[in-house]
């Protein structure tokens, strides 16, 4: 894809390093050129999409930032089984390559202002909190991280977190034994015993939570139950969610029939028709080959953002965009379904 043709907010940036963390995970670390420096400035806990061309398709996948502050832009990349993207950026990427990135978004970031924070995460989650984790052992922030994995090889950023045992880590594994390590999953059995051992995991000023649903059920309902409030706890899914509610919109549809929706993509505009109950906005832009971003389809991950310009749309589920977002009138197109008779919307804004 030429540079003049990439979407609103995506650069094509160059690889500067690609560092392997165990077998099936690498680091990829960007060259950020002096005029994009400022467009990349992010918060811990961000991530940034990526567009990859594969066997003729365009995906569109989130990944998380894994850089602290000063450190050159960098995402943790695990291969997943029958993972396209994963395993195509693990087996391909070197120093050299090009990807197209975004800038970073999404609203799971670190507080700057909550003092004591707890860090949750397993396997591929520690991503985010590792961010997290290097901006607070830099700051006045005291961090606990708590991280899950089957073995001892397959930690990711293992050496990181190291540099930062001064501060409280805690080890869980489930498919081993190790000394200076716990045994078992991630769970509020677990938990429940670590947090008599240390009570200030009860006492926190915010929890910070990314790995399988299961685990963030689980744990977050724990803690509830512990006395935490709901309004400490943040959490970011890296799959469909099934049981855990967040941002629900609650509104139901008042229009019915058929909708005339313009939609602006790369510059150009296409009208279409569409019976405003049956049919999401992503759903009718791929009938009519608009080759609008997504990736998720489950309101997880914001790939498939759009600006509502005139008329309403409802979203059944959004796990992904801020109330801020959602008051200027973003959605997320995979959910989003007409609510008036005309509508316009753009990707490019």
């Known amino acids: ?149 089957k073995t001892a090889s397959s930690i990711m950023f293992i050496e990181d977190i190291a540099l930062c045992n001064s501060k409280k880590v805690y080890h869980f594994l489930s498919a081993e034994q190790k000394a200076g390590t716990y045994y078992g999953r991630i769970n509020s059995e677990n938990l429940s015993e670590l947090s008599k051992k240390d009570v200030s995991i009860l006492q926190a000023d915010a929890y910070y939570l990314c790995g399988p649903e299961e685990m963030i059920a689980d744990i977050s309902s724990f803690l509830i139950k512990s006395g935490v409030k709901s309004t400490k706890i943040h959490f970011e899914l890296f799959s469909a969610p099934t049981s855990i509610s967040k941002n629900e919109t609650n509104k139901k549809i008042s229009y019915s029939g058929f909708c005339t929706v313009l939609i602006q993509f790369e510059g150009d505009k296409y009208s279409l028709e569409t019976n405003a109950e049956s049919t999401t906005l992503l759903e009718l832009a791929k009938k009519a080959d608009i080759d609008a971003p997504f990736s998720c389809k489950t309101g997880v991950c914001g790939s498939c953002r759009a600006k509502v310009n005139f008329g309403s749309a409802v979203m059944k589920s959004n796990y992904a965009l801020t109330d801020e977002e959602v008051t200027n009138g973003y959605i997320l197109t995979c959910q989003a379904i007409p609510a008036s008779s005309e509508l316009v919307i753009s990707y490019d804004d």
């Open 1 to 149: 894809m030429e540079p003049s043709k990439l979407p609103s907010g995506f650069h094509l940036l160059r690889v500067g390093q690609v560092r392997s963390l165990t077998e099936d995970a690498i680091q990829i670390i960007f060259e950020i050129p002096d005029n994009l420096i400022s467009l990349f400035l992010f918060r811990p806990g961000q991530h940034v999409d990526i567009i990859v061309e594969y066997e003729g398709e365009k995906l569109y996948r989130s990944y998380s930032i894994c850089s602290g502050d000063g450190e050159p832009l960098s995402i943790g990349v695990k291969s997943m089984a029958g993972g396209k993207v994963s395993n195509w950026l693990k087996d391909t990427v070197k120093q050299g390559t090009s990807l197209i990135i975004s800038e970073p978004r999404g609203s799971f970031m670190l507080d700057p202002v909550a003092k004591e924070i707890v860090l949750i995460g397993a396997g591929s989650g520690i991503t985010p909190l590792l961010s997290m984790l290097k901006h607070a052992y830099k700051s006045s922030q005291v961090p606990i991280l708590i991280y899950g994995n």
